[in-house]
């Protein structure tokens, strides 16, 4: 009965390589976030997502596209992948009043 | 542009003492959130305090907002070894996006 899961948990994969990370949340929240944070622990936000539609898209990289199938999922697409794309990815999710986000457990993604 | 700022970047304490992180921010907010990461997990809610509220409890938590300094500090008290982990603050401006810091590294030697 997890709230946010995120799959894979662990993903490790050569430069130039297209992969897909999966989010999915059972709280019944309207928005979904895709965050990233680095090395040095800081966490970014790359993507949000309201009922299905784009809300918020950072300075990201078009190497990364997220999609949203129906208001519980919501997936990133990296093409292309480069050693800077290295870090922890989290999904995240949050109710109407948008005050509080649930996070998952984060993917770890290394880029050899 | 990150708002949140968490000072110090890390923090070693005796179990049973008190811990004190501070969070600076750049612009108007609507509110400001405490969150806790355990290592090597996601982010945990802790706490959210208003603008327009000063200071707020939450069992042993104690946060406190100076919006005329653009600062927030979080006080933890009576440690324990549990609570050892990374705090971040995430400020909400527009109510659509929070902005994180890079954590405060809090350590509490049993």
């Known amino acids: 009965d997890t709230a946010v899961s995120q799959t894979p948990k662990y993903l490790v994969t050569q430069m130039g390589n297209d992969k897909s990370i999966k989010c999915e949340q059972n709280?019944?929240?309207?928005?979904m976030y895709w965050y990233k944070q680095d090395s040095k622990k800081f966490l970014k936000i790359m993507f949000s997502?309201?009922?299905?539609?784009?809300?918020i898209n950072e300075t990201v990289p078009n190497r990364f596209s997220p999609k949203s199938p129906d208001k519980a999922h919501l997936n990133l697409h990296i093409n292309s992948l480069e050693l800077g794309d290295s870090a922890v990815y989290f999904c995240?999710?949050?109710?109407?009043?948008?005050?509080?986000?649930?996070f998952g457990p984060g993917t770890r993604l290394l880029v050899l | 542009s990150q708002q949140g700022e968490e000072d110090p970047q890390a923090l070693s304490i005796q179990e049973g003492e008190n811990a004190t992180m501070n969070c600076s921010y750049k612009t108007s907010i609507n509110n400001l959130q405490w969150y806790r990461q355990n290592s090597g997990r996601g982010l945990v809610h802790l706490i959210l305090i208003r603008s327009n509220e000063r200071e707020k409890h939450s069992g042993r938590l104690r946060v406190t907002l100076d919006t005329s300094k653009k600062s927030s500090s979080l006080l933890i008290t009576a440690s324990r070894a549990a609570d050892t982990a990374s705090y971040f603050c995430a400020t909400d401006s527009t109510g659509n996006q929070f902005y994180f810091g890079t954590g405060t590294s809090l350590t509490v030697i049993p």
């Open positions: 709280l019944g929240h309207d928005t």
């Open positions: 997502y309201n009922n299905k539609e784009l809300i």
């Open positions: 995240a999710s949050s109710g109407d009043s948008r005050e509080t986000q649930y």
